[in-house]
């Protein structure tokens, strides 16, 4: 069969700005070694010939048009035009000539022009077009009329002559007759040709066409004329379908004959859309039904309004539905209905979306919905969470304004969140449907980016407080209660599937919840229990469980890492590790994975937890070195820790030390400022020639020798700042030699001018030797007069360190 997608018509300008049509060929696109570049080429298509042989030129301005008519110009008069057959031939073109030329393809023009637009120039060509004359509607030409139909498809402007042509005669009702009379004298070859006129009219799109085809009185009969497909032996029955099979089922009587014939109407519509038309469209058919489409959707919108406006209907349905005698069945069919009311209503406006669901509330769709998502019947449930889905993808607010409404009126039992996850829980199906269905529902209920807040009232903080008040417990129920034991106590593919789902929304709540579900999983250690399942036969059960543990770690918050280190909750994951052996599968990597986000977002609780606890079980791990990372973290932060020990217990001992230097002087009268600062220590050479220390006191005198470089710093930050009198409470008594008799005193320092010259003098002689001669004022020992003492009796009265 030849290929359709390149068929094309070649068109040119003529000197009277008509367009002349060249021939029909196939277009491709290649290089072209004698133009030196990527070209356009079309063959004849009934003898091969070459038509077009056109260089793409890198600055000519190409025009895409109508989706299927690409126009340029060859030189300054000579313009072109290329006419597919099939959009997705004209794209293919398209794609080539806008990658010579370095454009995007969404373009539908190459280069900036200012001459006459091409629409232009294609406008006059299609008013060039003769109209279509229509042969005879007789059985003897309907081959010819076949012909004539399909000759017409290959054009937009031949389309649009061959629909005005139709409808001006009335012809497809004259076809109808044909069909008919070829029916009532089993004219086979006959109704095949109708079969292929009937499909090319449905290819013209063209909706005025479709008000005829599809009236309560024609539209059988075109249904009749599609049943006679030549490729099949035997010809379809739909008509039979259509009048017999199908019932339509009024779960209230509807009075409008309007509304009841457009709800005819579109169910047949669909039904030859859906079924009666090719299921796999050929290229050249493909999105050229798009008309079709359009009118099913404005029908729809159509019926959902006419609906609306009778007040009395929706009234007398939502009144029946919530009757306690209404039968099961009877509350089935009126389930449907509004299913599918709900589901035309998606085909709405955004605004009037918003007022058909705010109608709806207002009847009481979700007290309904409590009532029939309880009913043991599938078809009913079904329908229901299909509802409730709507109505929740549309406007969550409206099911949690609901829900919040029954916090202090309504059992726990009875509210349509606990419904929810009940029913979420108790489905039944072995693919649990329903129950995925569900959950999506929760997971919209729960997200917080879709929660609102007013001055009045925070949506998320109310909700969120209501569902962990009254629904967390029914939620993590059947987890609980298969977690008692070291193993899950079920292994049905029913409960391990169920048990993932409720895993899935509890790892959602711990990434989007903060408060909530972290004094959820503390006060019920539901961790532990969810960790339980890491020991379950089926491996997605395996990774969701870790996959939990992961959503809780990655929040780095202290309080988890606290508690999965009290708990030694690590276990399981590396037991599951273990007993993986090292196979190179999706649950080894997703472990690892959690190990190398420990080490990589340097958490210290836990990579120390992790590497004091398990490190020589995991030392061995040599195929990845995520392990041995982590002792390597560990020990530099092991190394940090005495680093900064040691600096401490040194930086205390200077602070003990210091102060009882300073208080360790001559006690005396009291002095002036200019007299304390004579007395001073003199530097460290002369305290080596002094008598030996006092044996008492070896580990002073160790510590003080050690911290001597760090005192100096320390006194002038600590010391020589703002304050005004220095006070160690520390009674750390130092050794003082005098010539006579030693002595153990206390001075205390009342003038921090004092330490402005340091500790201890590194230049030479102490500050006591500069004086020279008598030394002035207040220079002997308590009692003294004042008197000048020897240098001699000055070395002796020079404290020293014990």
């Known amino acids: 069969m030849t290929d359709t997608r390149r068929r094309v018509k070649l068109y040119a300008l003529n000197a009277d700005r008509q367009w002349d049509d060249r021939g029909t060929g196939h277009v491709s696109s290649c290089y072209v070694e004698r133009l030196k570049g990527t070209s356009l080429l079309v063959r004849a298509e009934s003898d091969g010939s070459l038509l077009l042989e056109s260089k793409i030129q890198p600055d000519t301005a190409y025009q895409k048009q109508q989706d299927t008519l690409i126009v340029w110009s060859e030189g300054d008069n000579?313009?072109?035009?290329?006419?597919?057959q099939e959009k997705a031939g004209c794209d293919e073109i398209w794609e080539k000539i806008c990658q010579v030329q370095g454009k995007d393809p969404s373009v539908e023009i190459t280069q900036d022009i200012v001459e006459e637009s091409e629409d232009e120039r294609f406008d006059e060509m299609s008013d060039s077009v003769q109209p279509v004359e229509l042969p005879a509607c007789e059985m003897g030409r309907l081959e010819d009329i076949s012909e004539l139909v399909n000759s017409c498809l290959v054009s937009q402007a031949r389309k649009d002559k061959l629909a005005a042509a139709l409808e001006s005669q009335h012809y497809i009702k004259k076809l109808l007759n044909l069909f008919r009379m070829c029916e009532d004298i089993e004219n086979i070859e006959g109704l095949h040709h109708l079969y292929e006129i009937f499909k090319s009219i449905f290819i013209l799109n063209k909706n005025t066409l479709f008000d005829t085809m599809f009236a309560d009185d024609t539209i059988f009969?075109?249904?009749g004329c599609l049943e006679y497909d030549p490729s099949l032996p035997q010809p379809k029955k739909h008509r039979e379908y259509l009048r017999e099979l199908a019932k339509f089922r009024e779960a209230i009587p509807i009075k409008n004959q309007d509304l009841l014939a457009k709800i005819h109407q579109t169910y047949r519509v669909q039904y030859i859309q859906d079924i009666v038309l090719p299921t796999t469209p050929t290229v050249f058919e493909d999105n050229l039904l798009s008309t079709l489409s359009s009118?099913?959707?404005?029908?729809?919108?159509?019926?959902?309004?006419l609906i609306e406006e009778d007040d009395k209907f929706l009234t007398d349905l939502f009144k029946l539905l919530m009757d306690d005698k209404?039968?099961?069945?009877?509350r089935r069919d009126l389930v449907l209905f509004l299913?599918?009311?709900?589901?035309?209503?998606?085909?709405?406006?955004?605004?009037?979306?918003?007022?058909f669901y705010k109608t709806l509330v207002t009847l009481g769709i979700l007290p309904a919905l409590e009532i029939t998502l309880s009913i043991d019947d599938q078809k009913t449930k079904t329908a229901s969470i299909d509802i409730l889905t709507y109505i929740v993808e549309f406007s969550p607010s409206v099911v949690r304004d609901y829900t919040l409404q029954q916090a202090n009126n309504t059992e726990e039992e009875q509210m349509l969140l606990n419904i929810v996850i009940e029913q979420m829980l108790r489905d039944r199906d072995p693919e649990l449907g329903g129950a995925v269905q569900l959950m999506g529902v929760l997971r919209i209920l729960l997200d917080p980016?879709?929660?609102?807040?007013?001055?009045?009232?925070s949506e998320k903080a109310d909700f969120l407080n209501f569902f962990y008040k009254h629904s967390i417990q029914t939620l993590i129920a059947p987890l609980l209660e298969n977690t008692t034991g070291e193993k899950p106590l079920k292994e049905d593919y029913h409960t391990v599937q169920l048990l993932g789902l409720v895993l899935e929304l509890l790892a959602f709540c711990v990434e989007h919840h903060t408060y909530h579900i972290k004094t959820c999983i503390l006060n019920k250690d539901l961790l532990r229990r969810i960790l339980v399942l890491m020991r379950s036969t089926h491996t997605f059960l395996v990774l969701g469980a870790l996959r939990f543990m992961r959503k809780i770690i990655a929040l780095k918050d202290e309080y988890y890492n606290r508690y999965i280190i009290k708990g030694n909750l690590f276990a399981p994951v590396v037991d599951a590790f273990l007993r993986n052996n090292g196979r190179y599968n999706l649950l080894d990597s997703a472990i690892l994975e959690l190990f190398e986000f420990i080490k990589l977002e340097d958490?210290?609780?836990?990579?120390?937890?992790?590497?004091?606890?398990?490190?020589?079980?995991?030392?061995?791990?040599?195929?990845?070195?995520?392990?041995?990372?982590?002792?390597?973290?560990?020990?530099?932060h092991q190394d940090k820790l005495k680093e900064r020990d040691r600096v401490s217990g040194s930086v205390a001992v200077a602070e003990a030390v210091v102060p009882s230097l300073l208080r360790t002087r001559y006690r005396r009268e009291a002095r002036t400022p200019d007299d304390e600062e004579e007395m001073w220590f003199n530097d460290e050479d002369e305290l080596e020639d002094e008598a030996p220390l006092d044996s008492a006191q070896p580990h002073a005198h160790a510590h003080a020798h050690h911290a001597l470089d760090a005192i100096g710093k320390i006194v002038e930050k600590k010391v020589c700042s703002n304050t005004e009198t220095v006070n160690g409470p520390s009674r750390v008594l130092l050794s003082t030699t005098v010539a006579s008799k030693p002595t153990h005193t206390d001075v205390q320092v009342s003038s921090p001018r004092l330490l402005n010259k340091g500790l201890v003098d590194y230049d030479g002689d102490s500050d006591e030797?500069?004086?020279?001669?008598?030394?002035?004022?207040?220079?002997?020992?308590s009692g003294g007069s004042g008197s000048a003492d020897t240098s001699e009796e000055r070395d002796a009265k020079r404290p020293r360190l014990a």
């Open 339 to 355: 299913k599918e009311f709900c589901n035309f209503s998606q085909n709405l406006q955004p605004p009037d979306k918003d007022a």
């Open 603 to 636: 958490i210290k609780s836990l990579c120390s937890h992790v590497v004091e606890n398990y490190g020589k079980i995991l030392e061995d791990v040599e195929y990845v070195q995520t392990f041995k990372a982590l002792k390597t973290r560990y020990d530099q």
């Open 769 to 781: 030797e500069e004086e020279g001669g008598g030394g002035g004022s207040g220079g002997g020992s």
């Open 295 to 305: 009118f099913i959707f404005f029908n729809k919108v159509e019926i959902v309004k």
């Open 449 to 457: 980016e879709s929660m609102l807040a007013s001055v009045n009232k």
């Open 221 to 223: 009969d075109v249904v």
């Open 326 to 330: 209404t039968p099961n069945s009877k």
């Open 78 to 84: 000579f313009d072109l035009a290329l006419s597919f």
